[in-house]
């Protein structure tokens, strides 16, 4: 099946419209997830929420399945800012194999939130999900998604935010993948002087296929839209990235910028990029930037005279390249434990 | 600061017509009896019609492509793809009728074959009218002939190269192509000959209603070179022309060589062609484009970087106007170690033009330590145009670099204050600032055809401040 589709068409032998996955893929049946920890949340949980609608769809049957056959409807109206960040973990184990789930926070007028959603376990995992994030005028979300499983998963991963004037939404994505991993990120920044940063880190090992469709609509004045990427291919991982920043006409005095850098550790890792700006306004400063290609020898090189093993001296770098995405993170020891864990995941043979 | 607007031009200088003479006009259409009647026409061997007739085959299976710009007005039903004018292929101007002499005057053609060139070969509609090459390159063993001259001169030649470097699987409108194409030019450097003079074939379409659709193959031997330099343009008319050339470019062990394109079709014009190069060990390709002119235009040359050590730059700009959707860009292919591209494209758009800017850089596996650089910037010129970016790339190995940067947006109204303070009108201050925008593609073009290229963009630039 086909999924993912990039918001703008090209040369289809490219092979990056869409991202080709196997029937097999998807799981009919749908079995009840449990193990969900919600923390910091609960005044602003809602637990009579219904299923909510979704625009951007990400094909096959996965759509369908979310919004029918769902196991999980998380809603959160968020109605006054607090120092705890709300923290939503997902453990997946025997018993919890499957999760299929939509969640949504509603960040009221003037209300600053911090969000924390972790997907994690070491068990072959399946998860289909939606992520909404509301941003109303005014108000500012920073949100970190983690997904870490230690087995060969499919993770089917979108969201779909609105900032509205004046607000701010930044989203931290942490992906650790491992088998298929296919996300959406969609944002559309409705209100004048709003502004919507997306930070994305990968790494993936093994066969994993990592497909990312990032794209930012900006409709409003002076506002400002930034995705920026930074993965690492293992073995015979292989990345699609398709990005797009995307100048709505009357969006005047608005910025983009989009920055990729993918890092290739193995010979038989494979990468795709294909980073998009489209623009109909005329007075906007849009730029994007991607590059593609191993760890610099030079690097390596100063770092190993300093008593470093080559594999070390490739650690170092990496992370330091992930440090700069997730720099300014809000929790800074959290920050420290991912910077800790893409050290474990980088445990590889050149 | 007053908006500075920038009025539309009616009227250039490419934009006069001769009347609709011809010796013959195809029927319009396309079908198996047009196609044998082309071949028949330029008595052709029996080869060339059997790769016409598999190419219609060809054209009949594939789909229009799913992206890019709507092609749906193209009916080949309304184009007739054969155009004969009346007279045949003559060595000398004196002997061109004087109607389609005046038109190649009026471009300027054999002015510049006087003062700068090595060579000169005229296409008018679907024939070459005129060609000529300067006698001690002959003495060298260069060939520079119209192609139709080539298959019947050097036919084991052609038929080595022919279709080679561009299959005509490659796309429906390559397929197209092949079905009916006539005219273009053949060249041949042979080994170690530099020419210190550029080679230019210009074509020009004054048949309504019609297409073009011309095949240059050139072959530089190993450490020969050459500068090779296309024009295009064609009088504006109500209905579509369709533009479906190829060109087949073979740079073997050690060689190089520029190709340089001005294209200023009609703006009735849609332009699909295609351009491919394949590069050999050590050899170096070069491509410098200004793209003016068309209605619709998708034009991506292609370099493959197949010998070891071989190396291409691209140097392009498009300028789309009122009513324009240039989809142009480039594509390379990395297929041996040591192998290098540089790109640097700019666009402008105005008057609800659309320029896109498309590219591919591809880089397999057996590419080790190969480098890629590009950088793609549009430059919007008010509120109603687009301009987007796609750039794609493929890397199947780890030991490589690529960086691609682009930018997108208006001109800075910071250069222009500045600009105005030292004198300059507000209209002039950002004619300067195009200019500027356009200079890194305007110095590598010979000087008269920089000139020539400011003075285009000068005309699309013409109006007023609002």
């Not at chain 1, 935010?161 to 959406?184: M, P, Q, R, T, Y």
């Not at chain 1, 797009?244 to 920055?259: L, P, V």
């Not at chain 1, 170092?316 to 995405?325: D, G, Q, S, T």
Request: aromatic share 10%.
């Amino acid at each position: 099946m086909r999924l993912n589709n990039s918001p703008i068409l090209t040369t289809r032998n490219y092979g990056i419209n869409d991202a080709k996955v196997d029937d097999s893929v998807f799981c009919q049946e749908i079995t009840p997830f449990e193990n969900i920890i919600i923390e910091n949340a609960d005044s602003f949980f809602n637990k009579n929420a219904k299923k909510i609608s979704f625009s951007k769809k990400i094909g096959g049957d996965f759509d369908l399945q979310l919004s029918q056959n769902n196991n999980a409807v998380l809603n959160f109206e968020i109605d006054k800012s607090q120092e705890n960040p709300i923290c939503i973990s997902f453990k997946f184990d025997e018993n919890n194999k499957m999760l299929v789930e939509q969640i949504v926070f509603n960040i009221k007028e003037n209300v600053d939130a911090k969000l924390i959603v972790s997907l994690s376990g070491e068990v072959d995992a399946y998860h289909n999900g939606i992520v909404k994030i509301n941003c109303e005028k005014n108000s500012k979300a920073e949100m970190l998604f983690i997904t870490d499983f230690e087995k060969e998963s499919v993770n089917v991963l979108r969201f779909e935010n609105s900032v509205d004037e004046a607000s701010k939404l930044k989203v931290s994505l942490v992906d650790f993948a491992n088998g298929h991993s296919i996300i959406n990120y969609y944002s559309k920044l409705n209100g004048d002087e709003s502004k919507s940063i997306l930070n994305c880190v990968y790494v993936a090992g093994g066969k994993t296929f990592v497909d990312l469709n990032f794209e930012q609509d900006v409709f409003g004045k002076k506002s400002e839209a930034s995705i920026q990427t930074v993965g690492a291919l293992l073995a015979e991982a292989r990345k699609h990235f398709k990005g797009t920043i995307n100048f709505e006409k009357g969006c005047k005095k608005s910025s983009g910028s989009e920055d990729e850098l993918c890092l290739l550790l193995s010979k038989n890792a494979k990468s795709k990029a294909l980073p998009m700006l489209l623009c109909t306004e005329e007075d906007v400063d849009g730029k994007h930037a991607s590059s593609v290609g191993k760890v610099s020898e030079k690097e390596l090189f100063y770092i190993m005279s300093r008593g470093f093993s080559r594999q070390d001296a490739i650690k170092l770098v990496v992370k330091a390249k992930f440090n700069i995405v997730l720099e300014n993170l809000f929790d800074v020891k959290l920050k420290q434990k991912l910077i800790d864990l893409v050290d474990r995941k980088l445990n590889y043979e050149e | 600061m007053p908006k500075t607007k920038v009025k539309e031009i009616n009227q250039n200088i490419y934009d006069f017509k001769n009347q609709d003479n011809f010796d013959f006009k195809m029927k319009k259409g396309l079908s198996e009896e047009i196609v044998r009647e082309i071949s028949k026409k330029k008595v052709e061997p029996e080869w060339v019609l059997d790769i016409r007739l598999k190419a219609l085959e060809v054209y009949h299976k594939l789909d229009l492509p799913i992206w890019g710009p709507d092609l749906s007005e193209l009916n080949m039903d309304e184009i007739s793809t054969y155009v004969k004018p009346k007279t045949d292929k003559k060595e000398s101007w004196e002997d061109v009728p004087e109607e389609i002499k005046d038109t190649f005057d009026k471009l300027g053609i054999p002015k510049a074959e006087h003062e700068y060139l090595a060579g000169v070969g005229a296409q008018y509609d679907s024939e070459v009218v005129y060609h000529s090459i300067k006698n001690s390159l002959l003495k060298q063993g260069v060939i520079y002939t119209d192609f139709d001259s080539a298959i019947r001169d050097y036919p084991e030649l052609v038929k080595e190269y022919f279709t080679k470097c561009v299959p005509l699987f490659d796309h429906k409108f390559i397929a197209l192509h092949y079905a009916v194409f006539s005219g273009g030019s053949f060249v041949y450097v042979p080994k170690g000959v530099k020419l210190e003079m550029p080679l230019q074939s210009y074509f020009r379409l004054n048949s309504p209603e019609s297409g073009q659709f011309e095949h240059t193959l050139i072959i530089v031997d190993e450490g020969a070179s050459l500068h090779f330099i296309e024009g295009c343009s064609a009088p504006k008319y109500n209905k579509v022309n369709l533009h479906a050339g190829c060109v087949e470019l073979f740079v073997k062990e050690g060689a190089s060589l520029r190709y340089s394109t001005i294209e200023n079709w009609s703006k009735n014009m849609l332009n699909l062609n295609t351009k491919k190069a394949i590069v050999e060990k050590d050899a170096k390709m070069e491509w410098v484009s200004g793209s003016f002119g068309s209605k619709i235009s998708m034009l991506y040359p292609m370099s493959i970087l197949k010998g070891e050590n071989s190396k291409t730059e691209f140097t392009g700009i498009s300028f789309a106007g009122k009513g324009q959707n240039l989809d142009n860009g480039f594509k390379v292919v990395h297929l041996a170690p040591n192998t290098s591209s540089v790109v640097s494209s700019r666009s402008l758009s105005k008057s609800g033009g659309v320029a896109t800017y498309r590219s591919l850089v591809s880089i397999l596996p057996e590419a080790t330590n190969s480098r890629c650089s590009i950088t793609c910037d549009g430059l919007m010129l008010d509120d109603i145009s687009r301009s987007d970016t796609i750039p794609f790339s493929n890397v199947e190995v780890d030991d490589v670099e690529i960086s691609h940067e682009a930018k997108v947006g208006k001109i800075s109204e910071k250069a222009i204050f500045y600009l105005m303070s030292r004198g300059l009108s507000e209209e002039d201050a950002k004619a300067m600032i195009v200019r500027g925008f356009a200079n890194p593609i305007s110095k590598e073009l010979p000087l008269e055809y920089a000139v020539e290229m400011n003075r285009l963009i000068n005309l699309e630039l013409e109006g007023s401040i609002g």
